[in-house]
């Protein structure tokens, strides 16, 4: 997945988005910016289980 975070000028000053592909979600400052990532980043890497699929008890 192609995960950029850049700053960006608008009329109310500088804001900072994370764009995902075609998505963009934009924030208040780069440090929302980032930890929005990295809890993005944990989730798509997190094990996930298919409907109809059954997790095996380990």
């Known amino acids: 997945m192609d995960?950029?975070?850049c700053a960006v000028k608008g009329p109310l000053g500088t804001c900072w988005q994370v764009r995902l592909g075609k998505h963009q979600v934009s924030f208040r400052n780069e440090d929302e910016a980032r930890q929005f990532v990295a809890t993005l980043q944990?989730?798509?890497q997190a094990p996930h289980t298919l409907p109809g699929e059954r997790r095996l008890a380990g």
Do not use: A, E, K, T
């Open 3 to 5: 995960i950029q975070v």
């Open 42 to 44: 944990v989730r798509v």
